[in-house]
């Protein structure tokens, strides 16, 4: 029987790397979006803009809970390849 090729293994791994890096990058976005809007919140909130102030504030959860969702998504990719009992 033939070994396995080291470099496939380096490769497989090496694009698991990639997808979490990437999974976090996505979620980063989302929080930088959410501070965004937090700050546009907290002027209208400010400036007495209640509404406006209000949607960016809705507008700032929806982005959290994109982020969220992300890191949910590695952390399920983790449990699903995680061993319970090492020895």
Not at 22 to 49: G, V, W
Request: proline fraction near 5%.
């Amino acid at each position: 029987m033939a070994a396995a090729d080291p470099r496939a293994a380096r490769g497989t791994m090496s694009d698991a790397l990639e997808a979490a890096a990437k999974l976090y990058d996505e979620a980063s976005e989302q929080l930088e979006l959410a501070a965004q809007h937090c700050r546009t919140a907290a002027r209208h909130f400010r400036d007495r803009l209640v509404p406006r102030g209000a949607a960016h504030a809705w507008a700032a959860q929806g982005h959290i809970r994109e982020a969220q969702s992300r890191l949910d998504e590695q952390a399920r990719d983790h449990a699903r390849v995680s061993n319970p009992n090492p020895e």
